[in-house]
């Protein structure tokens, strides 16, 4: 799942960036197993962010490699920011505005599916 505002530094005034929860295979990010950790990420948008990422936390599922490679990670903050740009069109009086995405990438070529988006509240 990803939400394509900052939730740690909530809009209009924050670091602008979208934020990654993801685990490999059919782990579950929203209903996860007793003692899993996601692969948890912040990708910085332009201006301030060209490609700059911070890792908040590792799967527990993958040793420690990332989860997504960063092909992948450009590809779903591409249509992160479409889906954005859509919804802010809805909700455009609504300062504090994010959409909460679901998404997966299938195997084993690796189409990236948009399962569901729906308004973030902060």
Known sequence: MA??????????DSQAAYHINVQPGAASVTNPVPDTVPESLLYYKPPAGQGEMTYLSHSSFSGGAPVLAFGEIVELTQSLNAIHEHFSRIYRNEPKFGMDVGFKFLVPDGALVIKQARRYVF
């Open 3 to 12: 939400i394509t505002a900052n939730p740690f530094d909530p809009p209009p």
